[in-house]
């Protein structure tokens, strides 16, 4: 299989669900003559012409509603935003009318739309610009919310979505784009609400997502060498969320981590450790642990940015901790 990278997956994907469905577009900031901010979609302009590569105003707001509307009437809208932090104004497009218009008409309405762009910590963008936002949208019934971490996982899940009947909100990573792995040629799917044990172990659980899923992964190797087992399951789905996947790894492992680069309060990992709790607890040979970023806005300066994120060592002491050595 050839090698390339998450952003190529993510362009190929939305190339050959425009090729194989004439109602696939995209649209969004920069997408068409800029190539995307983030050279996502370089070339789809040339290829596809500006009826289905559209450059949008800057309004969220605004273009977030033209792709409901025109998912309702049967297209099926790519919405590109150049960072779900700026999702925040179209707050009530999304969870009110993309979310709740299916169930509101009965089922006469079906929004098939995928909102997609970067999520979370990139470098030195400041407070504005690093939300990590999945908890947010994870909470709310009608979403599907997507957050993966490989190019082959990116591009099967990113097909899946597009072909979805229901709202999807697909999370990138900027830092992730780079990224290399195989990714098969001809056409492929990853299914949507099944997660992905990355590396397999028998002392400790590890759960992660996106970007934590490189850096728990990085820890499991360097755990083996002391001795530990860990086995780390990548959600690549947070809403629908596998919880089996992990109830079953923790009645062989009898531990849990889970690796948030949210804030604690409130975030994604509380929320997954409060799903699984009820399932796992008889099992269980220590309380559930949590490793999120730090409780205070994200600060521009690099090494303060770097320093509150988790990282390696930390998924290290943590699991130390949880394993009682």
Not at 63 to 80: C, D, H, K, S
Not at 121 to 128: C, M, N, P, R, W
Not at 184 to 212: F, L, N
Not at 307 to 312: F, G, I, L, Q, T
Request: charged share 25%.
């Amino acid at each position: 299989m050839p090698e390339i990278s998450l952003r190529e997956a993510l362009r190929s994907a939305m190339v050959e669900e425009m090729e194989r469905d004439e109602n696939v577009f995209l649209c969004g900031e920069e997408v068409a003559e800029y190539n995307g901010a983030y050279k996502v979609s370089e070339g789809m302009l040339a290829k596809f012409g500006p009826k289905r590569v559209i450059d949008t105003p800057i309004s969220e707001t605004g273009f977030a509603g033209l792709g409901i509307g025109a998912a309702m009437t049967g297209l099926r809208p790519i919405v590109e935003f150049m960072s779900w932090s700026f999702t925040f104004v179209c707050f009530d497009q999304i969870v009110n009318n993309a979310a709740n218009v299916r169930y509101m008409s009965g089922g006469q309405y079906k929004v098939p739309i995928v909102f997609r762009g970067g999520n979370g910590f990139a470098h030195q963008l400041g407070a504005t610009h690093s939300h990590r936002t999945e908890a947010l949208w994870a909470r709310i019934p009608g979403l599907i919310v997507i957050a993966p971490a490989t190019p082959y996982d990116a591009k099967g899940l990113l097909k899946a979505a597009i072909r979805s009947d229901d709202p999807v909100c697909f999370l990138e990573s900027e830092k992730l784009l780079n990224d290399k792995g195989e990714v098969p040629e001809g056409d492929y799917t990853v299914p949507i609400g099944v997660a992905d044990i990355k590396r397999t172990g028998s002392d400790v659980t590890i759960v992660c997502w996106s970007q934590t899923v490189r850096v728990c992964l990085a820890a499991a190797e360097t755990l083996a060498a002391d001795g530990i087992s860990a086995e780390v399951i990548d959600l690549r789905t947070l809403r629908p969320l596998d919880k089996q996947c992990i109830i079953d790894s923790v009645a062989k492992t009898h531990r849990l981590l889970i690796v948030d680069e949210d804030w604690p309060y409130c975030g994604m990992g509380a929320g997954i450790m409060a799903e699984v709790y009820e399932q796992v607890f008889d099992n269980l040979d220590a309380p559930i642990a949590r490793l999120c970023a730090d409780d205070a806005p994200i600060p521009f300066n690099h090494y303060l940015e770097a320093d509150m994120r988790p990282n390696a060592t930390k998924v290290i002491a943590k699991v130390k901790e949880i394993c009682y050595r």
